[in-house]
C-alpha cells in the first residue's frame, strides 16, 4: 500500500513542471565544505575525476579511491573573488597571509548532508601532503532551490541582473547576485531546454527573508508557490545517490556516471589508472532502472531480489515512486551474462524476462539504463 502522503508528493511533484506553480525546496540540510589553502588548486585537480577548475560553472564530479570506486559524489565549483566574502564572512577560514592577501584558490564542496564526515576524511587522507584546509560551512549557508516553468520570471523580480542574458546561458552557470537586497550565490540548472531550476546559496540568516520575498514575487506573478520535500525531489530526479545507490565498490562506470569523468588525457586523478583498465577490459555489471508493469500492485522498498529468468542476479539498491510514470521504480546492478565473452558488451539486461521478488511473490519488471521519460 502506498504511504497516505503519496498524493501530497505528487502535487509537489507537479508543481515542478507546471505553467503556473513554482516549487520551492529547502535543500539547507546539504553538506557544504570548503577546501582552500596554498595547495587547493593542486588537491582538486587530483581528488576530481572531472575538470573542475573552471570559472563560472559548477561541475558534476566524483573523488575515488584508488581502486576506482567511488568515495564522494559532489558538484563542486570554484568560488570566484566576488564570492569570498559571502563566503568567508561565515567561517573561520586560513585563506589569508600576514598582509591580509588571499592564498591560494577556494573549492566549494556541495555532497549529500549525511555524507559530510566521510567526504572530509577522504579529501583529508587523499591529499595529506598538500597545505590545504577542509572546512565544513554546513551550518553557515542555507540552499533555497526554486523550480519550475516560471522559476525564472519569479526570481527575475527580485534581482537586476538579467537572468536571460548570456552570462547565464552557460551550462551550470553560476554568479554573484543580489536577491531582493541580499547577496546570493545562484546556481543555475538546466533540467530541459529552456527551463532553468535555480539553487540560491546565501547565509543560512537570510534564508527565511529570501524565502519571504520569493513568496511575494510568486504572488504578484499570479503563480502559486508550492513548499516541497526530499522525496518529492527524489521522485523528479531519481538521483544516483552516495551510499545508497553507489559507494566506494562500485566504479563510475558501473554507476553510469561516466559525465563525471574527464575526456582529457593529460589530467590525472586518484583512480584514473582502474577506471583506464575497467574502460580497456570492460565493466563485469552496469547500474540499471528498474520500473514495474503498469497497474502493478508492488512498492519497491530496496533489498529485493533481482530474478532474470527465474535466477536471482543481483538486489534493488534505491527504490522509490515516479509520479509521472505513476510506477513504482528502482536501482539494481546487474551482471553480464557468465556464459559470454566478458568483452561482448552484452548484459543480462538487454534480454531475458526480469523479476523483482517481494515478500515472496515475484512481479515482472522492466529494465533501462536511465528513468525513461514516458
Given at each position: ?31 557544504k ?5 596554498k595547495?587547493?588548486a ?21 573523488m ?38 588571499a ?17 572530509q ?17 554546513s551550518q553557515?549557508l ?15 523580480q527580485?534581482?537586476?541582473?538579467d ?40 547565509p543560512?540568516?537570510?534564508?527565511h527573508?529570501?524565502y ?38 562500485d566504479?563510475?562506470l558501473?554507476?553510469?556516471l ?23 577490459d ?5 547500474r540499471?532502472v528498474?520500473?514495474t ?13 533481482v530474478?532474470?529468468?527465474g ?5 534493488v ?9 505513476q510506477r513504482?521504480i ?8 557468465p556464459?559470454?565473452?566478458?568483452n561482448d ?30
Amino acid at each position: 500500500q502506498h504511504p497516505g502522503c503519496l498524493e501530497q508528493i505528487s502535487a509537489e511533484c507537479n508543481a515542478a513542471s507546471s505553467c503556473d506553480t513554482v516549487a520551492v525546496f529547502n535543500k539547507s540540510s546539504s553538506g557544504k565544505l570548503l577546501l582552500s589553502g596554498k595547495g587547493a588548486a593542486r588537491a582538486i585537480d587530483w581528488l576530481c575525476s572531472n575538470d573542475v577548475r573552471v570559472d563560472g560553472q559548477a561541475i558534476h564530479t566524483c573523488m575515488l579511491n584508488k581502486y576506482g570506486g567511488v568515495e564522494v559524489v559532489a558538484t563542486v565549483a570554484r568560488v570566484p573573488p566576488d564570492v569570498h566574502p559571502l563566503i568567508i564572512g561565515n567561517a573561520a577560514l586560513a585563506t589569508a597571509d600576514g598582509d591580509g592577501a588571499a592564498v591560494g584558490e577556494m573549492y566549494y564542496i556541495v555532497c549529500d548532508g549525511g555524507a559530510v564526515a566521510h567526504v572530509q576524511r577522504h579529501v583529508e587522507r587523499a591529499v595529506l601532503e598538500e597545505e590545504v584546509q577542509v572546512t565544513d560551512i554546513s551550518q553557515d549557508l542555507g540552499i533555497l532551490s526554486i523550480q519550475g516553468l516560471e522559476s525564472g520570471p519569479v526570481l527575475q523580480q527580485l534581482t537586476s541582473s538579467d537572468l536571460m542574458s548570456p552570462d547565464f546561458e552557460v551550462e551550470n552557470a553560476h554568479r554573484l547576485l543580489d536577491i531582493a537586497g541580499h547577496p546570493a550565490w545562484v546556481m543555475m540548472k538546466s533540467e530541459q531546454p529552456t527551463i532553468m531550476n535555480y539553487d540560491i546559496h546565501l547565509p543560512l540568516h537570510s534564508l527565511h527573508g529570501v524565502y519571504e520575498e520569493v513568496l511575494a514575487a510568486a504572488k504578484a506573478s499570479n503563480c502559486r508557490l508550492v513548499n516541497a520535500g526530499y522525496r518529492a525531489l527524489q521522485c523528479i530526479s531519481f538521483p544516483c545517490s552516495w551510499g545508497v545507490d553507489v559507494d566506494y565498490n562500485d566504479t563510475p562506470l558501473e554507476a553510469g556516471l561516466q559525465n563525471t569523468l574527464s575526456s582529457s588525457a593529460e589530467k590525472s586523478y586518484l583512480g584514473k589508472e582502474a577506471v583506464e583498465r575497467q574502460l580497456r577490459d570492460g565493466v563485469k555489471r552496469r547500474r540499471f532502472v528498474l520500473v514495474t508493469q503498469p497497474d502493478s500492485p508492488v512498492i519497491l522498498h530496496g533489498k529485493e531480489g533481482v530474478f532474470c529468468d527465474g535466477r536471482l542476479v543481483s538486489i534493488v539498491r534505491n527504490a522509490g515512486y515516479s509520479h509521472r510514470l505513476q510506477r513504482s521504480i528502482g536501482t539494481a546492478y546487474i551482471p553480464k551474462d557468465p556464459n559470454m565473452d566478458i568483452n561482448d558488451g552484452q548484459f543480462l539486461a538487454e534480454g531475458g524476462e526480469f523479476e523483482v521478488d517481494c515478500m515472496g511473490v515475484r512481479y515482472p519488471v522492466q529494465v533501462y539504463l536511465s528513468l525513461p521519460l514516458h
